[in-house]
C-alpha cells in the first residue's frame, strides 16, 4: 500500500491565484482530513470527510473547499491564495474501530508559498 | 476555549537518557489522548495512545501517564537514541465515532546529543 499521498510536494502561488492540493489513500479508509501547519506550529484542523459526499469544516476553514466525491480521494481547493495561506499542508486517513483511537494515518505534506 | 499546550517547546537529552515530554490539556470531555512524532519534512506519525479513563499505558520504549486532575498527559521515552531526535505533539481526540477529529499542542522538540 502507499498510504496516503499527496501531489505536489511543493508549490509557490501569486496573491489570487487559485490551485487545488491533491489527496489520495489506498486504505479504504472512510475518514479523510485536511490539516495546516504554520511554522513551529500543531497542525490546525481545515474541514474533514466522514465518507464520499459528506464534508464538514474544522477549526480553519475560510478560504478553502473541499469535496470527496470518492472515498480514495479527498481534495483541497484555494479559490483566492491569500500570504496567510502560506503553510505546510497535510492530508490523513482513518478508520473509525470499535472502542478504540481511529488512528489517523498522515501524508508527507505538501508545502505552499504564497507571495 | 479548547487547547491542547506543551509546557517546553526544547528539550535536549544524552543518549542513553531517559526523555520525558510534557502536555497540558484542557477539554475533560476528549475521549483519547495521542502522541504524534514528526520528522523534518515528513508528517506526523504515530507514536502511542491513552484512553481517558486510564492512567498509563506502555508501548515499545515509551510510556504515556494521564492524570487527569491536574489535566496532565506526559510521553517517557526510554533509553533515547539519536533516531528520537523529533518534534513531539500530544494531540486530544474527541467524538472518535463522529469522525474523530484531533487538537494538537504546539509540539515539544526533542534533540538527542550523541
Known amino acids: 500500500n502507499a498510504g496516503v499521498t499527496q501531489t505536489p510536494k511543493f508549490r509557490i502561488l501569486k496573491i489570487g491565484q487559485s490551485m487545488t492540493l491533491q489527496c489520495a489513500q489506498d486504505?479504504?479508509?472512510?475518514?479523510m482530513y485536511w490539516y495546516r501547519q504554520d511554522p513551529g506550529m500543531g497542525l490546525k484542523l481545515i474541514y474533514y470527510s466522514v465518507g464520499a459526499g459528506i464534508t464538514d469544516k474544522g477549526e480553519v476553514p475560510n478560504g478553502y473547499n473541499v469535496s470527496r466525491s470518492t472515498t480514495e480521494d479527498f481534495p483541497l481547493r484555494l479559490e483566492l491564495a491569500a500570504p496567510s495561506q502560506t503553510s505546510v499542508y497535510f492530508c490523513a486517513s482513518s478508520t473509525p474501530r470499535a472502542g478504540a483511537y481511529n488512528e489517523q494515518f498522515f501524508g508527507p505534506g505538501t508545502r505552499l508559498t504564497v507571495l | 476555549g479548547e487547547s491542547v499546550g506543551l509546557h517546553l517547546p526544547t528539550l535536549s537529552v544524552q543518549e542513553g537518557d531517559n526523555s520525558i515530554i510534557n502536555c497540558a490539556y484542557s477539554?475533560?470531555?476528549?475521549?483519547?489522548f495521542i502522541w504524534y512524532k514528526q520528522e523534518s519534512g515528513k508528517g506526523p506519525q504515530f507514536i502511542i495512545d491513552i484512553r481517558s479513563n486510564m492512567d498509563k499505558r506502555q508501548g515499545q520504549r515509551v510510556t504515556v501517564l494521564l492524570n487527569k486532575t491536574v489535566k496532565h498527559l506526559s510521553l517517557q521515552i526510554a533509553a533515547t537514541q539519536p533516531g528520537d531526535s523529533a518534534v513531539y505533539f500530544c494531540?486530544?481526540?474527541?467524538?472518535?465515532?463522529?469522525?474523530?477529529?484531533?487538537?494538537f499542542g504546539q509540539g515539544t522538540e526533542l534533540s538527542v546529543k550523541p
Open positions: 494531540a486530544e481526540n474527541s467524538n472518535y465515532n463522529q469522525g474523530g477529529k484531533l487538537i
Open positions: 477539554n475533560s470531555a476528549s475521549d483519547y
Open positions: 486504505m479504504n479508509h472512510n475518514y
